[in-house]
T-cell receptor
Framework: SQTIHQWPATLVQPVGSPLSLECTVEGTSNPNLYWYRQAAGRGLQLLFYSVGIGQISSEVPQNLSASRPQDRQFILSSKKLLLSDSGFYLC????????????FGQGTRLTVV | GQSLEQPSEVTAVEGAIVQINCTYQTSGFYGLSWYQQHDGGAPTFLSYNALDGLEETGRFSSFLSRSDSYGYLLLQELQMKDSASYFCAVRDRGNYQLIWGAGTKLIIKP
């Protein structure tokens, strides 16, 4: 069966510090991978998605970046965090050809102080 | 543009039945999905409708009418643990993005 791992679950980082959130998927190959951010009580904001190794599409131009160094690994990064980067970050995967059937990691609650 | 509309909040009583509607406007259609998200948690996949009709999974059912660009999630025998936000989603035809509704907060009263 397929599983998705996302870590860490919570993170408190000072303004100006770097960020690296990692997500890995097991039990499938060539998944579509997504990074979302969610503000409290709000919907899902798509940040990045990837359909293959090294292929990244960005939806929100800001100080965040994403990379997909391996087929089942998706990394969200920042060189210098801003206060506005605080939020709930979610990694998700879906199998191509499976419509809108997506599966999420546990999420990372990031607080920038 | 492409969008999904769902009510922001629905209130129901424990033990009752509640329906959460979703209307969509998309350039193509690859099925409608529903997700549940409890406060502080990640969304979890509930159901997927690619064809018209009703899909049942225990106390939850999901319905789709492609001619009306409409679907709904039906929750029966409501329990307090069903208090959560519910999202509908479709896949964008042009690329691999998922288009999401803004979410419906389901409040259940004893």
């Amino acid at each position: 069966s397929q599983t998705i791992h996302q870590w860490p679950a919570t993170l408190v980082q000072p303004v100006g510090s770097p960020l690296s959130l990692e997500c890995t998927v097991e039990g499938t190959s060539n998944p579509n991978l997504y990074w979302y951010r969610q503000a409290a009580g709000r919907g899902l904001q798509l940040l990045f998605y990837s359909v293959g190794i090294g292929q990244i599409s960005s939806e929100v131009p800001q100080n965040l970046s994403a990379s997909r160094p391996q087929d089942r690994q998706f990394i969200l990064s920042s060189k210098k965090l801003l206060l506005s980067d605080s939020g709930f970050y979610l990694c998700a995967w879906r199998q191509p050809g499976q419509g809108a059937r997506a599966f999420f990691g546990q999420g990372t609650r990031l607080t920038v102080v | 543009g492409q969008s999904l509309e769902q009510p922001s909040e629905v209130t129901a009583v424990e033990g009752a039945i509640v329906q959460i509607n979703c209307t969509y406007q998309t350039s193509g259609f690859y099925g409608l999905s529903w997700y549940q998200q409890h406060d502080g948690g990640a969304p979890t996949f509930l159901s997927y409708n690619a064809l018209d009709g009703l899909e049942e999974t225990g106390r939850f059912s999901s319905f789709l009418s492609r001619s009306d660009s409409y679907g709904y999630l039906l929750l029966q025998e409501l329990q307090m643990k069903d208090s959560a936000s519910y999202f509908c989603a479709v896949r964008d035809r042009g690329n691999y993005q998922l288009i999401w509704g803004a979410g419906t907060k389901l409040i259940i009263k004893p």
